[in-house]
């Protein structure tokens, strides 16, 4: 193993734990956990199984729907997803255990623990695109799309989100007759998470200059 592919391994292992601790924290908080979140977290209350294992589910459709996408165009490695979907998940799992139980059912606190998770969750996303290695099954998506549509990949990244809460609401109406999940910390995580994880991207990167020339003194 290369001495530059190793640290970006283990920046890729840290950015999946911090976005599995983002994860759970917005179930801490019971406020709505992100839109990406939002159908796994239902289908684990549905099914009273574990969010991480309906996360890991989940995505496998999300390669699945990649791999009908793009047919021919689909490349072995992009497989690699599997390994980090699988970390990922049993982080989600591991958080949840760690933080249950542990936010009290005050909205004084659920609320800056809310906000915190999205905060979190942005910080471990900006390491993954630091790490450079591959890409989460849902972005990958969104890229597969955009390939093959030739729509921006913002717009599609959006409608993505927007499915998958839309598909969450409907499932929790007919099985919990409510809503279940879906809160102001969906929508906060939907409005903010980007627009911090870029902020965080560029944060880091400036860093990262700052110590080359540092050493080249």
């Given amino acids: 193993m290369s001495s530059s592919l190793f640290p970006r391994i283990l920046l890729f292992g840290a950015g999946l734990y911090i976005m599995a601790l983002g994860v759970s924290l917005s179930v801490a908080a019971n406020l709505g956990t992100s839109p990406i ?27 699945i729907l990649q791999m009908i996408i793009l047919k021919r ?6 497989l690699l997803q599997l390994p980090g979907l699988l970390v990922f998940s049993l982080f989600i799992d591991l ?10 059912d005050l909205y004084a606190v659920q609320l800056p623990v809310m906000l915190l998770s999205c905060v979190v969750l ?10 450079d290695l591959i890409m ?3 972005d990958a998506l969104a890229r597969a799309i955009t390939q093959v549509s030739g729509k921006k990949f913002g717009v599609i990244k959006v409608a993505l989100d927007v499915t998958l809460v839309a598909v969450a ?3 929790s109406l007919i099985f919990l007759q409510g809503i279940v999940g879906i809160r102001e910390g969906s929508l ?5 998470v980007g627009f911090l994880a870029g902020l965080f991207r560029k944060l880091l ?7 080359i020339r540092s050493r080249g003194r």
């Fill in 122 to 131: 942005a910080f471990g996303i900006a390491l993954l695109l630091k790490a």
């Fill in 73 to 78: 165009g689909f490349k072995v490695w992009y």
């Fill in 37 to 63: 979140s939002c159908l796994p977290y239902v289908l684990s209350v549905v099914t009273s199984l574990s969010m991480g294992f309906m996360t890991f589910l989940m995505n496998i459709v999300l390669i």
């Fill in 188 to 192: 906060a995580a939907a409005l903010s």
């Fill in 136 to 138: 989460m099954p849902g």
């Fill in 169 to 171: 609401a409907a499932i």
């Fill in 95 to 104: 958080n949840n255990i760690l933080l249950e139980g542990v936010v009290p």
């Fill in 205 to 211: 990167s400036r860093r990262e200059q700052t110590y």
